[in-house]
C-alpha cells in the first residue's frame, strides 16, 4: 500500500497539483533519447523525477547556467581492487557523479568463494548507491591456476536468483567456451535461461573463434585494445565497454567508438581504480573528460556513461532525465571540463562541490554494527596460509626461466625470451607466484622486464585471479622477507630492501580490503608506491596494480601462477 500510494503523490506532483519536493530550475539537462540539451525545470518527489515543464517546488535549486546530466554508471570493475571496504568506495566516487556500479565479485570469490559474495552483498545492502553484482563465472580463472574456492554452475543458477545479481561475470576463460567445457557451458545455460546476461573478456578473440565465442551468448566485451579489434566486435552485435583505469588505458586507441553511431553500444568503465587515482582524477568523470579532451561529443560521452549502461543492464527507470526516472542527477558548473558543482542521489544532495555532505549520507560515515555484516567479516579475514617458504623454493626448476616483458599501459605482456639469473642493469628481475590459500608450498617462478626495479623487493596478496602472493625482487632475501611479512600482516603490499621493510599497507578482508577511511588508505598507499619507485619501479606504471595482473592467465601472453607459466595463446604451461 505504501508504494501505491507513493505513485498516487508522484502522479499529482507530476500533474502540477502539488508541489514538488525539489525544482531544479532552468536547468539545462542532456536528453538521452534526442542526443541533445533542453531546458526546463526538472521537478523531483519521492526520489523520482516527476516532470520536465514548468514547476514549483517545496525547495527550489537554480540551475541558471549549469549542466544537468544523468549520474554516471560504472559498468565494470571489481570492488576488492579498490583496496577499500564498499562503504569506503562510495564516500569516494559519489562526489565524483557515479551513483551506480555493476561490479564483479570475482577477487573476493577466488579467495573464499561463497562467503567472499556474501559478505559483498551483506555490506553494500543499505547503502545510498546502488552496487549491482555479476556472479563470477571462472573461480578458478583457469586450470592453471590455484585459488582457494571454486564455484560451480550450480552455486551460479542459485545466485542468479538474487535481485541484485543482472547475470554471469566476465567469461575469461574464452578457451573453455571454445572447446565446450562442459562447466563452462554449463554456466552459461543456468544465465541464459534466467534471461541474464553475459559478460566477455577475450582479448584479441577474431574471426571464426570469434564469431563462436558470441554463439555461445556472450554479449559484452571490455579488453578491447585497438579500433579494429573493437570493430569487429562491435559489428558482431557485441556492446564495448571503454575501459580507463589505472592499469588498463584504452580510452584514447577507442575513442572513436564514441563516434555516431557506434556509441550507441559503448560504455565507460574503469575496471578498477586505485584510491589514490581516484582522489586526484575521478572516476567515471575521469573518463569523460578525458574523452572530451580527446574530441569526442559530449553528448556521446555522458551517453556512454549513464544511459548506455542502464539500457545494457536493463536496469528500468536509471541512466535517463525523463519523467519516471530516478532522480540520479550531476550537476555540472562546466560541461567541457566535466566540473562536478552537486551530486543528486534519489534526489537528495549528497555531494556539494566535492565534497561529501556527510549529514545527507549517514550510511556513508557511522560504524559498521550491524550484526550479519560483522559476522561476514570474521570470516573474511585471516586467509593468507603459505606454510613455510624457503630460499631454495624461489629457485628455477631448470637452468633457463622465461622473461614475461610489460608493456606499459596495457595489461598484456609479450615473450622476451629466456634468462637464467637476475640482472636489474638490463631490467630482469625475478618474480614469484606463492600459494596462500591451502598452504601447498608452491611456487611459481620466472623472470620480470620493463618494472624498472633495481634492488629489493615489491610483494603483494592482490594478484588476479586466484589472488596469490606475486612478488617481484632483484634479491631472493628481500623475496623471502616480503611474503613473510606478508603472511604476518594477513594481506597487504610490502616493499623491502636489504631486508628492511620500507612501507607497508595491510589488506586483513580476504587479503584484498581493509576498512580504512579512503583519505587514509590513499597516504598509506602513496607511501608505498613512493617505496617501489625509489627502489627503480617505472613512473609510466601502477608498481602494484600492474604487478597484479602478470599473475592473470587469461590475457595474452605470458602469465605466471603458482604451477608456472603459461602461455595464454596456446592455453598450455610452458
Known amino acids: 500500500m505504501k508504494s501505491f500510494d507513493q505513485r498516487k503523490e508522484r502522479i499529482k506532483a507530476a500533474l502540477g497539483e502539488k508541489k514538488a519536493e525539489l525544482v531544479l530550475k532552468n536547468a539545462e539537462y542532456l536528453n538521452v533519447f534526442t542526443n541533445s540539451f533542453m531546458r526546463g525545470d526538472i521537478a523531483v518527489h519521492d526520489g523520482y523525477i516527476v516532470g520536465i515543464g514548468s514547476y514549483e517546488g517545496e525547495e527550489e535549486v537554480d540551475m541558471t547556467g549549469k549542466t544537468v546530466v544523468p549520474g554516471f554508471i560504472d559498468s565494470h570493475l571489481h570492488l ?46 543499505k547503502l545510498p548507491f546502488e552496487i549491482y553484482l555479476m556472479m563470477p563465472s571462472c573461480v578458478p580463472a583457469t ?62 578473440l577474431t574471426g571464426h573463434s570469434l564469431n563462436a565465442y558470441i554463439t555461445a551468448g556472450i554479449s559484452s566485451d571490455h579488453e578491447c585494445t585497438t579500433q579494429e579489434e573493437a570493430m569487429e566486435k562491435l559489428s558482431c552485435g557485441q556492446w564495448i565497454m571503454i575501459r580507463e583505469g589505472t592499469a588498463g588505458k584504452n580510452l584514447e ?25 581516484l582522489a586526484e582524477e575521478g572516476h567515471v568523470d575521469h573518463i ?10 559530449p553528448v556521446h560521452a555522458l551517453k556512454a556513461a549513464s544511459y548506455n549502461a542502464a539500457r545494457y543492464f536493463q536496469l528500468r527507470s ?21 566540473q562536478i558543482e552537486a551530486v543528486y542521489k534519489r534526489g537528495v544532495c549528497v555531494s556539494r562541490k566535492g565534497k561529501l555532505l556527510e549529514q545527507a549520507v549517514p550510511e556513508l560515515t557511522g560504524n559498521i ?4 555484516l560483522e559476522l561476514y567479516r570474521k570470516k573474511v579475514c585471516n586467509t593468507v596460509k603459505t606454510g613455510k617458504i624457503h630460499r ?27 634468462a637464467s639469473e637476475t640482472d636489474p642493469e638490463k631490467d630482469i628481475i625475478k618474480l614469484c607466484v606463492v600459494e596462500r590459500h591451502h598452504a601447498t608450498g608452491h611456487v611459481g617462478v620466472a623472470f620480470l622486464k620493463g618494472y624498472g626495479l633495481k634492488r629489493g623487493a615489491v610483494a603483494t596478496t592482490v594478484a588476479h585471479d586466484s589472488h596469490n602472493i606475486i612478488v617481484a625482487g632483484a634479491d631472493d632475501e628481500d623475496i623471502l622477507c616480503a611474503i613473510r611479512r606478508l603472511e604476518e600482516l594477513q594481506g597487504g603490499m610490502v616493499v623491502v630492501e636489504n631486508g628492511k621493510i620500507l612501507e607497508e599497507l595491510a589488506l586483513p578482508i580476504a587479503g584484498l580490503m581493509c576498512d580504512l577511511p579512503v583519505e587514509e588508505v590513499q597516504q598509506k598507499l602513496d607511501l608505498v608506491k613512493a617505496a617501489a619507485r625509489s627502489l627503480g619501479v617505472n613512473e609510466g606504471i601502477d608498481p602494484f596494480m600492474t604487478l597484479s595482473f602478470t599473475s592473470l592467465p587469461v590475457i595474452p601472453k605470458l602469465r605466471l601462477t603458482t604451477l608456472g607459466v603459461v602461455d595464454v595463446e596456446r592455453f598450455s604451461l610452458i
Do not use: W
Open 80 to 125: 576488492e581492487s579498490s583496496i577499500v571496504s564498499p562503504r569506503q568506495y562510495a564516500r569516494a566516487v559519489l562526489p565524483h557523479g557515479t551513483t551506480a556500479i555493476v561490479a564483479d565479485p570475482h577477487e573476493i570469490a577466488n579467495v573464499l568463494g561463497t562467503t567472499g559474495i556474501d559478505y559483498i552483498l551483506a555490506s553494500t545492502r
Open 143 to 204: 586450470c592453471f591456476d590455484e585459488s582457494g574456492a571454486v564455484l560451480t554452475h550450480e552455486t551460479v543458477r542459485e545466485y542468479l536468483k538474487k535481485e541484485r545479481v543482472l547475470g554471469l561475470a566476465e567469461m575469461m576463460n574464452y578457451p573453455g567456451v571454445l572447446g565446450c567445457d562442459q562447466e563452462v557451458l554449463k554456466k552459461i545455460q543456468v544465465t541464459m535461461k534466467k534471461n541474464k546476461l553475459l559478460d566477455g573478456h577475450a582479448p584479441g
Open 253 to 277: 586507441k577507442l575513442i572513436h567508438l564514441l563516434d555516431a553511431p557506434y556509441f550507441e553500444r559503448c560504455m565507460l568503465v574503469t575496471d578498477d581504480k586505485h584510491p589514490g587515482e
Open 288 to 297: 569523460v573528460r578525458k574523452a572530451i579532451r580527446l574530441g569526442a561529443d
Open 318 to 338: 536509471r541512466g535517463a532525465i525523463a519523467p519516471g526516472y530516478q532522480a540520479d542527477l550531476v550537476v555540472l558548473a562546466d560541461l567541457n571540463t566535466v
Open 369 to 372: 554494527s550491524d550484526e550479519e
Open 392 to 418: 631454495k623454493q624461489l629457485q628455477l626448476k631448470q637452468e633457463k626461466g622465461k622473461v614475461i616483458g610489460l608493456v606499459p599501459g596495457e595489461i598484456l605482456t609479450t615473450d622476451q625470451g629466456e
